[in-house]
């Protein structure tokens, strides 16, 4: 089981805790809302956001990498970082992931602090 305690991603996830934040995947707005809560569930982190003055809760994948400035925080969910550029196991990935549908498939998730 991958856990996420006393990791990068956790301590990232805890300075954002209580702050306005923006969601962005493949330059469109997701979701926004003052974060409440995050935790682990399974493969995937929890999110509890407050928008307006309803709670809304939603999930997304453990990325394979984390980048965090400032302003945002970057989940990568491309191949490259998941494989360290080994060309032949990312050709083997892309050829079994034709049918994959997934927002998050080879893509980075943006989550902006407004």
């Not at 493969?43 to 999930?59: A, G, P």
């Amino acid at each position: 089981m991958i856990t996420i305690t006393e990791t990068e991603l956790e301590n990232t996830l805890k300075t954002l805790l209580q702050r306005n934040l923006r969601f962005v995947i493949n330059r469109k707005q997701w979701r926004t809302g003052k974060l409440l809560l995050f935790k682990q569930n399974g493969f995937y982190i929890e999110f509890v956001l407050r928008n307006n003055s309803k709670q809304e809760r939603f999930e997304v994948p453990i990325p394979f990498e984390v980048k965090a400035t400032k302003e945002r925080v970057s989940f990568s969910y491309d191949i490259n970082s998941l494989v360290c550029n080994k060309p032949e196991i990312i050709e083997q990935i892309m050829q079994r992931g034709d049918g994959c549908k997934s927002k998050y498939f080879n893509n980075t998730l943006e989550i902006n602090i407004t």
